[in-house]
């Protein structure tokens, strides 16, 4: 297995774009960390976003995964480019000719993406973790390491889009075309849901039942928006008389769900590879 994940480290050590695409994505992440000191002043009102409580622990880990996992996209240009680079520069036949077998190179691939969900999983633990020690008004050791089910469901959702662009990058061959199909993917998934909702399945639970199954509302499902957990947000929203019953926690369904669909892609791609005359 090493040695399948050294071969495509040897090929993004000579990929210029990937090298710059993935500084980027891990520099922007360290931006989260700027949101601390950014401080409004209007007058005699002060107001300064770490002290609104979003890097108090354990509410972080949850804040900073979804804002994290937004810069997703990044990455995925570098996993799409990746496989499309392999029939470009026609090194997808090299290898198989060198003795590859069309299993061992999809699996250098997913290698690759585990690879890729990891150390960003790892950057965005220490970060978190610093940002929490240094602004978090909780700092016992219980607190600290609660709620630590985003962290491991944030490594489940990039696993499982990178594996999802690692299959579109086989199914398509252009990185361009690649990407645009995950637009539309997205798309056509809103409007599945909406004509559910709307149309079809009025005033019923049925059409979020179904949405659950849907591969990228899944991925979404797994890191719920955590915004309104805020105790200003809630504050606000009783005054409003307004109640927020929503459930933020990671839940075993949807783990199962993404999983499922991550094998799925994978085993997609090295299907449509083994039948595709190269």
């Known amino acids: ?18 090298k710059v695409i ?3 994505y891990f520099v922007l992440i360290t931006f989260i960390a700027l949101i601390a000191s950014i401080e409004f002043n209007f007058g005699d009102f002060h107001f300064r976003v770490a002290d609104q409580g979003i890097f108090n622990f354990p509410f972080i880990w949850h804040f900073n995964t979804y804002f994290a996992a937004i810069l997703k996209l990044f990455l995925a240009i570098v996993i799409v480019s990746m496989m499309s680079n392999e029939y470009s520069y026609r090194t997808l036949k090299q290898n198989l000719i060198d003795g590859l077998s069309k299993k061992e190179f999809v699996l250098s691939k997913f290698l690759t ?4 969900a990891g150390l960003s999983t790892i950057f965005i633990f220490l970060v978190s973790l610093i940002l929490g020690i240094s602004f978090s008004d909780y700092n016992e050791i219980g607190i600290i390491f609660s709620d630590m089910e985003y962290i491991g469901a944030y490594f489940i959702k990039l696993v499982a889009f990178f594996s999802f ?23 056509v998934e809103w409007l599945l849901y909406g004509l559910m909702k709307w149309q079809f399945f009025k005033d019923t639970t049925v059409s979020d039942t179904v949405a659950q199954f849907f591969p990228l509302n899944a991925m979404a499902n797994l890191i719920k928006e955590p915004v309104s957990r805020l105790g200003a947000i809630q504050s606000a929203a009783n005054q409003l008389g307004e109640n927020f019953n929503k459930e933020y926690d990671v839940t075993i ?6 999983l499922v669909w991550t094998a799925l892609f994978v085993y997609w791609s090295y299907a449509i590879l083994k039948k595709r005359d190269l």
Do not use: D
Request: aromatic share 12%; proline share 0%.
């Open 1 to 18: 297995m090493l040695r399948l994940l050294n071969i495509e480290l040897q090929k993004l050590r000579y990929n210029r774009a990937a």
């Open 22 to 24: 993935s500084i980027i």
């Open 113 to 116: 993406v585990l690879l890729f």
């Open 165 to 187: 662009c690692l299959f579109l990058g086989v199914l398509v061959k252009r990185s361009a075309f690649a990407l645009g199909f995950l637009i539309v993917w997205q798309i």
């Open 253 to 258: 369904l949807n783990i199962i769900i993404v």
